[in-house]
């Protein structure tokens, strides 16, 4: 008897799940029927449209991850924060007064050699930005030139003995 009763049970919700079917199919007829001759019919759900693009959310993403490098201050060594206060100086005159000893002569040779716009950008980026692109690292500058990018030597010296800086005279001066 348990096996007639789980056949007539299994059937029954067969017959239950066809029949709503055809109603859902007859409902959806008479719906187009009637929206064909100005009655309406029921409403189709609206379904969401987004608010935001798949760019908008990449740009407050790239915006976000900016601002966090930018603020990273507890992961930057001494040379980040000597490249940092030697971009953030008001002038050449409070620039050498910036320590460079963390730097190496290649980095320090690259630092000298940055113009105005570059060192602009090194201190809008923030500390964690100058400590990457003096190690010759994806900093997020576009542009700016890595420290082996430049040879060594050119306008500058180092004097080995003094540990100081000396310009040399380039060819302008002969």
């Known amino acids: 008897m348990g096996v007639l009763r789980n ?36 409403q189709v759900p609206v379904t969401y449209v987004p608010e935001t693009s798949v760019s908008d959310v990449l740009d407050e993403f790239r915006d976000r991850h900016a601002r966090e490098m930018a603020t990273d201050h507890a992961h930057v060594g001494d040379v980040g924060r000597a490249v940092y206060q030697y971009a953030a100086a008001e002038g050449p005159d409070v620039r050498c007064a910036v320590d460079l000893s963390p730097l190496s002569p290649t980095q ?26 003096a190690r010759g690292k994806r900093s997020g500058l576009v542009g700016l030139p890595m420290p082996e990018d430049r040879p060594s030597g050119q306008g500058v010296v180092r004097a080995e003995d003094r540990g100081d800086l000396i310009l040399s005279p380039g060819p302008a001066f002969a």
């Open 108 to 133: 320090t040779d690259w630092l000298l050699g940055l113009r105005d716009d570059d060192l602009a950008r090194l201190t809008k980026a923030g500390p964690r930005a100058c400590e990457l692109a």
């Open 7 to 42: 056949i007539a049970v299994a059937l029954a919700s067969a017959l239950t799940a066809v029949w709503r079917t055809v109603g859902d199919v007859f409902k959806g007829f008479r719906n187009d029927v009637a929206r064909l001759l100005g009655r309406g019919g029921e």
